[in-house]
C-alpha cells in the first residue's frame, strides 16, 4: 500500500492557522497528492489535491515540497466546524488508495 | 445533485444472514469504490469499478464478500454469510475520473452491525 505518515492528533485555537503536515517518501513523480477530512458521523469529504505547485481553493492551501516527499494542509483560520480527521493520501500504480488514520484536529474555543 | 446515495443507513442482523448495501453514484461519474470503516483497521478500500467492469478487488476480504455494478446509477455489496467481524460502516464512492487524479464523492455510510 501507499502509505503517509501523518501525526496521530492535534489542537488548534479557533481563528489561528493550522498546519498538518504529511510525509509521503515513496511517492513517484506522477502520483497526485489528495487530502480529505471526515466530519463525525459522516463519510469523507474531498479538500484539496496537488501534484507539483502549492494550490489554493476556497476550503485550503496545500504546499508540496520541492521534494514531494511531504506536503503540509494549510487552514488560514481554523473554526469549530473543522474539527475533523484530515487524511492524506496518493495513489501509486495499481495500488489502494490508502486512507491510513488520519489526523484528528481538535479546535479549541 | 443529490449526492452519492446509500441505502440502508443502518443495518442490524444476525449472524448467517445475508446482508445487502446498495449504492447510487453521481450522475456521470465513471468510477465507483466500496470502503469499509472500523476503529481498528481505519478506511480500507474494499473494491473499485470503472465503467461497471470491477477493476481492483484485492481489497475483498474473502469470498463472503461479493460486488456488483450492473449499470452505471447502481452498485450493490453483499454479505453471505454475515459474521460479527464485518460490523463497520460501508461507505460507497463515486469519481468522474480515474481514483488518481479524481475527486471522490463519497456517501453518508451504511452501518452494519452483525450479532
Known amino acids: 500500500d501507499a502509505k503517509t505518515t501523518q501525526p496521530n492528533s492535534m489542537e488548534s485555537n479557533e481563528e489561528e492557522p493550522v498546519h498538518l503536515p504529511c510525509n509521503h517518501s515513496?511517492?513517484?513523480?506522477?502520483?497526485?497528492i489528495h487530502w480529505y477530512r471526515q466530519l463525525p458521523s459522516q463519510g469523507p469529504e474531498y479538500v484539496i489535491h496537488g501534484l507539483t505547485s502549492n494550490v489554493n481553493n476556497r476550503m485550503a492551501s496545500l504546499a508540496i515540497a520541492e521534494d514531494r516527499k511531504s506536503s503540509t494542509l494549510i487552514l488560514h483560520r481554523a473554526t469549530l466546524r473543522d474539527a475533523a480527521v484530515y487524511y492524506c493520501i496518493y495513489v501509486t500504480g495499481a495500488n489502494n488508495l490508502f486512507f491510513g488514520t488520519g489526523t484528528r484536529l481538535t479546535v479549541i474555543p | 445533485d443529490a449526492g452519492v446515495i446509500q441505502s440502508p443507513r443502518h443495518e442490524v442482523t444476525e449472524m448467517g444472514q445475508e446482508v445487502t448495501l446498495r449504492c447510487k453514484p453521481i450522475s456521470g461519474h465513471n468510477s465507483l469504490f466500496w470502503y469499509r470503516q472500523t476503529m481498528m483497521r481505519g478506511l480500507e478500500l474494499l473494491i473499485y469499478?470503472?465503467?461497471?467492469?470491477?477493476?481492483?478487488d484485492s481489497g475483498m476480504p474473502e469470498d463472503r464478500f461479493s460486488a456488483k455494478m450492473p449499470n452505471a446509477s447502481f452498485s450493490t455489496l453483499k454479505i453471505q454469510p454475515s459474521e460479527p467481524r464485518d460490523s463497520a460502516v460501508y461507505f460507497c464512492?463515486?469519481?468522474?475520473?480515474?481514483?488518481?487524479?479524481?475527486?471522490?464523492?463519497f456517501g453518508e455510510g451504511s452501518r452494519l452491525t452483525v450479532l
Open positions: 515513496t511517492i513517484s513523480g506522477t502520483d497526485y
Open positions: 464512492a463515486s469519481s468522474e475520473r480515474g481514483r488518481n487524479t479524481g475527486e471522490l464523492f
Open positions: 469499478f470503472n465503467n461497471n467492469v470491477p477493476i481492483d
